[in-house]
């Protein structure tokens, strides 16, 4: 079966950091880009960032550019975002999802999501 | 930056056609897929580039895209169809972008 499971969210103060985590299972990991999209609270999908199967191509919204940076260790099947400088419109529940190919490209789809973690910036 | 721009909510009564579109400039000349996402749930994908339905989906899912528009349709919807549904597409200067998603109201 075929899972992705996030961890690594909480509550943070402005300003600081966090690093998520997404653990693979059940998949080829280093076969498929993958992305992380967020979910403010009763608000859409925003798209936050992609990595390339190989690591070697990353790729950011604009809104979290500078600040949020992706990345993958394909011997460990887990792919990571690391946080920083984070605002209170950065809170939303933070998904990891897997990419139908290897590229991030125009027939990029997310055919597998993982549950979601909760990231609350607040003082 | 590219957007996609879809109505915030469409209703329709069980065993009808559901409709709903997503809007973007040269949208046609994209791919587009659709998520379906219930409350407290991640969301789903439900078709992808344009037309095509993931292993699983039911067959009365269907979807098309031209112009500037992308549409979802559902066939004969059932109650267990109400939920969110997000378009999205990929864009060069934007990478991933997703509509603002359609609430589908079954009554």
């Known amino acids: 079966e075929v899972q992705l499971v996030e961890s690594g969210g909480g509550l943070v103060q402005p300003g600081g950091s966090l690093r998520l985590s997404c653990a693979a299972s059940g998949i080829t990991f280093s076969s498929y880009a993958m992305s992380w999209v967020r979910q403010a609270p009763g608000k859409g999908l925003e798209w936050v960032s992609a990595i390339s199967g190989s690591g070697g191509s990353t790729y950011y919204a604009d809104s979290v550019k500078g600040r949020f940076t992706i990345s993958r260790d394909n011997s460990k099947n887990t792919l990571y975002l690391q946080m920083n400088s984070l605002r209170a419109d950065d809170t939303a529940v933070y998904y990891c999802?897997?990419?139908?190919?290897?590229?991030?490209?125009?027939?990029?789809?997310?055919?597998?999501w993982g549950q979601g973690t909760m990231v609350t910036v607040s003082s | 930056s590219y957007e996609l721009t879809q109505p915030p909510s469409v209703s329709v009564s069980p065993g009808q056609t559901a409709s709903i579109t997503c809007s973007g400039d040269?949208?046609?000349?994209?791919?587009v897929c659709w998520y379906q996402q219930k409350p407290g749930q991640s969301p789903v994908l439900v078709i992808y580039q344009d037309t095509k339905r993931p292993s699983g989906i039911p067959e009365r899912f269907s979807g098309s895209n031209s112009g500037n528009t992308a549409t979802l349709t559902i066939s004969g919807t059932q109650a267990m169809d109400e939920a969110d549904y997000y378009c999205?597409?990929?864009?060069?200067?934007?990478?991933?972008?997703f509509g603002g998603g359609t609430k589908l109201t079954v009554l």
């Open positions: 040269k949208l046609g000349d994209k791919y």
């Open positions: 999205q597409a990929w864009d060069s200067s934007t990478y991933v972008v």
């Open positions: 999802a897997k990419d139908r190919g290897i590229a991030v490209a125009g027939t990029s789809a997310f055919d597998i």
